[in-house]
């Protein structure tokens, strides 16, 4: 096989591999292009969007909601290891929640 012949194939395989590349960006071009022109009949619009949130403000609003109590964390007593106390008293399982 002499240099031309091996330069043809070369070339050859290149542009077999260069039009493959090519080919397969231009397909998701387009699969991207139907998506997005698809994009309205999937998600919900802007304006639809803020039609819901206004109409759910409006329902908690026209109920009456309980009165807040608050809450606070205190320490639960107990005991604590002696090489370590303000780790372990930092760490939130010896927290409880009380009202």
């Known amino acids: 096989m002499d240099a ?23 397909r998701s071009i387009n699969q991207l292009d139907r998506d997005v022109r698809n994009m309205p ?14 109409h759910i403000r409006r329902t908690l609003d026209d109920t009456e909601a309980p009165p807040r109590t608050r809450r606070t964390l205190t320490p639960q007593v107990g005991p604590r290891r002696a090489d370590n106390a303000e780790a372990s008293h930092r760490c939130l399982r010896h927290w409880r929640c009380r009202t």
């Open 41 to 54: 009949h999937v998600y919900v619009t802007k304006a639809d969007y803020r039609d819901d949130i206004h």
């Open 4 to 26: 031309q012949m091996l330069f043809n194939v070369l070339v050859g395989v290149s542009g077999f591999l260069g039009g493959w590349i090519l080919n397969n960006i231009s």
